[in-house]
């Protein structure tokens, strides 16, 4: 009985406590730089498209919600003809994101992305695209990897070594 | 001369009615307010706020809701016993408002000065229990079910000392009549010459409004939400409002009995009245907030156990003081 009454004490003291609610749309929570919020397609330093159209992305998606369609330059470089996601579906797991090679996709922290119309949803490849390098500076995928691309051949990335000829014994 | 006198008892008759409709406003908009009150109180207690946006500090919430529940669709379940499911959300209404004709606000403001004021109030709180227990019975729920058979357990168990307790307030005044309990407040409340029945009536109101720590019928947590599960709309509007009237009540009869109703020094009566409720309401807010609710056979055996030999013995003992006395 006693301690009902030193309950009823206790939470009547609550009455002078700091309240533990944010005012939201007047307060702005704090949000972390790895918070997982709206996507991004990033470019690399040189400014061009960092997506190869690999597809891992999509792959990863545990909901599907990436669709992408492969283009090819005349160079041989792939790039992304469409990139859709469907926000309406994203879990925002961030699985895209560590599938992605190239460091292309990235979340970013911002989650106001309310709409009315559902389709509205559904961001293009021009609605993902910004103009930075997002939370990878100075890497440049084309760079360190050992592909053939225009402009750049094997053994021509940063600290690549010359390619082995397989077909001979000599050192 | 015979007009002169007609046109007297044709204009108190007049003012009689607009005093009815005035009171009987009050208490549902009160009520309806209530609700607003309720989630900020909470919210306070629970370091939160509670509705704040819709008006000035989220009051006009209420009217929000109302709009809400009145376009929702009525539904009446095929499966139930449809006039009795009707009926019980406006008997908890009336059995409540009803109750409120013979509170005594102030001296002048009440709807009727009844000299069984007392046995009114009891028995209208029995006839509201039946809208609990129809309502959970004609759902034809297996949690409405629930519900109303703990109203029935719950009204067994607090009913009797609920009566008993106001017997020793009755001793006192020495009448039914609510007027002459407060005025025989005048000297010293009742709560100080009568602590145990206030305290038992305290605890018995709460299970009559069914509010927490004895909302045993609808116990969220175990019986979704037990007698009134299959309401919906306005119907579950009646239930929730009588709720809140219920507590208006209460707290208003506990003024009443025990605080000297409208008495008290430089302030008019009907301030006096309102400060005392309000305070009486709010605990019963701060009430649920800290209270667990207990198991409907702990409930019994305490009400029967502890609670009515207490009051038997309150009895005895108001009992010699008054012969003693007088
Ligand atoms: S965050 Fe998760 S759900 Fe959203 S697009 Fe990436 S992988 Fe799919
Ligand atoms: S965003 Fe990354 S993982 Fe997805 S297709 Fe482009 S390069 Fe591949």
Not at chain 1, 12 to 31: A, C, G, I, Q
Not at chain 1, 85 to 101: D, K, M, T, V
Not at chain 1, 116 to 127: G, P, T
Not at chain 2, 192 to 202: A, C, D, K, N, R
Request: hydrophobic share 50%; glycine share 8%; net charge negative.
């Amino acid at each position: 009985m006693l301690s009902v009454l030193r309950t009823i004490w206790m939470v009547l003291l609550h009455s002078f406590r700091k309240r533990d609610t944010v005012l939201y749309p007047e307060v702005k929570p704090y949000l972390p730089p790895r918070y997982r919020g709206r996507i991004v397609l990033t470019r690399d330093p040189d400014g061009a498209e960092r997506c190869v159209a690999c597809n891992l992305c999509s792959v990863a998606c545990p909901v599907d919600c990436i669709s992408v369609i492969k283009g090819e330059d005349e160079t041989g470089r792939w790039y992304p003809d469409t990139f859709q996601i469907n926000f309406s579906r994203c879990i925002y797991c961030g699985f895209c994101e560590e599938a992605c090679p190239t460091y292309a996709i990235q979340l970013t922290p911002d989650f106001e992305m309310g709409e009315f119309d559902r389709q509205k949803m559904v961001y293009e490849k021009s609605d993902l695209t910004i103009s930075g390098v997002g939370k990878r500076p100075g890497y440049n995928y084309y760079r360190v990897a050992g592909m053939a691309v225009g402009g750049k051949d094997k053994g021509e990335a940063v600290s690549e070594s010359e390619p082995v000829d397989i077909k001979t014994l000599l050192p | 001369m015979m007009i002169g006198v007609s046109d007297s008892t044709f204009f108190s008759a007049l003012w009689q009615g607009a005093e009815t409709i005035i009171i009987l406003l009050a208490v549902v908009i009160a009520s309806a307010l209530l609700i607003w009150l309720e989630r900020r109180l909470l919210g306070l207690w629970q370091d939160r706020y509670g509705p704040n946006r819709v008006g000035p500090f989220g009051l006009l919430q209420v009217v929000a809701d109302m709009i809400k529940i009145f376009f929702k669709e009525d539904w009446i379940p095929p499966f139930a016993d449809k006039a009795v499911f009707i009926i019980a959300p406006a008997v908890i209404m009336l059995t409540t408002l009803l109750t409120f004709a013979v509170v005594p606000f102030t001296e002048t403001i009440d709807v009727v000065n009844l000299n069984i004021g007392l046995l009114f109030v009891l028995a209208m709180s029995s006839l509201g229990v039946y809208a609990v227990i129809l309502g959970g019975w004609s759902s034809d729920n297996k949690y409405a079910m629930l519900g109303g058979l703990r109203t029935a357990a719950q009204m067994i168990s607090y009913e009797v000392f609920m009566g008993l307790a106001l017997l020793g307030v009755v001793m006192l005044a020495g009448s039914f009549n609510l007027h002459t309990i407060v005025e025989s407040q005048a000297g010293l409340w009742n709560v100080l010459t009568q602590f145990p029945s206030f305290v038992i009536f305290l605890i018995a109101g709460c299970a009559e409004i069914h509010r927490a720590p004895f909302d045993l019928p609808e116990a969220e947590q175990e019986l979704t939400a037990g007698f009134h599960t299959e309401y919906s709309g306005m119907k579950f509007g009646m239930f929730f409002v009588g709720e809140y009237a219920g507590i208006v009540l209460i707290s208003s009869l506990i003024t009443v009995l025990f605080f000297g109703g409208w008495l008290g020094p430089v302030l008019p009566g009907i301030v006096w009245f309102l400060i005392k409720t309000m305070f009486f309401i709010i605990f019963f807010v701060l009430l649920r907030a800290a209270t667990f609710r207990p198991r409907y056979d702990q409930l019994m055996s305490f009400g029967w156990k502890v609670l009515l030999p207490i009051a038997l013995a309150n009895i005895a003992l108001t009992a010699a003081a008054v012969v003693a006395t007088s």
